[in-house]
Structure formats: structure tokens, C-alpha cells
């Protein structure tokens, strides 16, 4: 096979639109020539890597499985080239992060990051924490910021080792549980009135440590909450504001609402935010990065005890 990271790059850039024209408009490039090229790949490696059903492009199995590859060749390019320039940070960092600590955690750090390096480009991905893991080892991210729950579903600190990564704490979350205005006293979790929780889809550990809390805290006469999959901590705090729900949400959010909400707030627990990283993985951007996390760290008291 002779493909070369260019080809690879325009492949990934039409998965990633699922069309030509989109393709070739993110590329500078024709349409006609983007449609060539990926002919001219197909060609070279037997297959058909995408198929069209109602005018729409899709990716074949074989698409699917090459994707997968094809990242994690340009990443490592990516890491490679970086790595040639230990004193010069540049190129592209992709960091994934849960959504509270993009929120509450980022700003300021990636502010102070792009005036000191501009010629980095940064790619900030957020989701769930077990995505975000899974997102590590497939090389689509280069470092992540996310909560490990003990014991659950197998992603704690202590599997880092055997995922191939290496963690450092970075943050300390206070995490509250949120409920409607009027809420009685809540001192465990048969106390809670109302019969939901508003939360993060699967994988997101504060919708872990919430559903662990409620499993452990119910006595027989009570039963657990029905889970409301919502999309952000807005929705979760709207919930709670309409007395139709509880959420676990960190106290670094509720502090950035720029007007009062009639809820209740309780502190559940202290969490850290690590930042977790490929074993190896130290290119200048990369270190440029957890240094400046590291010190905001050390130096200020809201983001480490």
C-alpha cells in the first residue's frame, strides 16, 4: 500500500463531513478532485470505503475499520513532528475534557496558554469521562481532564497502568446535589421528594457516584429515581428549578450563573479532576499544557486543596 498522510488526512476529512462538497469547501479544494482521490484509494486498497443510499454518503464496514487506523497513523505523525521541536511548542493539541470543567475549569488556563503559544492549535472535545478514556486509547485525543469513579464500570485510577495511560490529579470539585426550592432536609438518600434524576447519558461519573449514592441510601420502603438523560448542566439546573428533579452538579458551575435560581444545594462529596494522558505521550505542547494546569493549581485554592 502507498498512501501518503495527505490522502489520509482528505479521507478522514470526508468521513468526518459524509459529503464531498463539504469535504472539498474545509479542504480549499474541488469537488471533482476530492471524489478522484478517494477513488484513487479505494483502488489502492480493494475496497469500497464509502456507499451512497438516498444521496447520502455513509461509511462502509471497511471505511469504518480504516478510519480508525488512519487516525491513529496521523496522530502519530502529528506526535512525531512535535517531538523533533522539544523547545518550539506548535501543531495541533487535542484535549477532551468533561463539559463542567470546560465550563468552569478552562477559560482562563487556555487564555493564558494561546497569548504564551499561539502557533499551537487547540481542539477541545467534551463529553462523558469513560468517552473520554476510550477516545484516549483510540489516539483521537492526545490528553483528557476527567472524574474516575472507584470501581466503577473498570475506569479508576488504579486500570491506568493496563489502559496504557498516566494520570495526574489536577482539580477539586466539590460536587452538590441540586433540588427544587423547598426541598426538605437531606441527610440520605430516602429523604429525596421527588422520583427523578437529571443527568448525563452513561458514562459520565458524577451520574455514577449519584446513582452509587441512591443504590447504597434507599431503604426497602423506597425506590430508585428514573434517570432524565438531559444534554447540559442548564437542563439539569432547569429541572430542579421545575421541582421535577435532583442533579449532581459540580459547585465550580453553579457558580457561574450570573442570576440566583430558586434551588437547594447540598454538598455531596469531593471529587478530583485528573488530567490522564498516553504513557509516552510528552510532546512541547503537551507539557506546555500541564504545566500551566499544575501551577494554577498549586497557586490558586479554588481549583486544588
Known sequence: MNVDLKTLELFCTVAEELSITLAAQRLGRAPSNVTTRIQQLEKELKVTLFLRHSKRLHLSQQGEQFLVYAKRILAVAEEAQQVLHPGKPGGLLRIGSMESTAASRLPSPLAKYHRRWPEVTIQLTTGPSRQMLESLQDRTIDCALVAMSPGREGYDSSNFSSMGLVGQPIFKEELMLVLPAGHP??????????????????????????????????DESSTAPNI?????????????????SISLIPRSVLELLREPVEIEQVLLTEIDTWMVWREGYETPAFNELYGILTDMSASEPILGK
Do not use: N
Open 185 to 218: 432536609p437531606v441527610d440520605s438518600a430516602s429523604d429525596i421528594a421527588v422520583s427523578s434524576l437529571a443527568a448525563f447519558r452513561r458514562g459520565c461519573t458524577y451520574r455514577a457516584i449519584a446513582e452509587d449514592w441512591f443504590r447504597k441510601g434507599l
Open 228 to 244: 432524565q438523560e438531559v444534554g447540559s448542566y442548564h437542563a439539569m439546573i432547569a429541572c430542579a428549578a421545575a421541582g421535577t
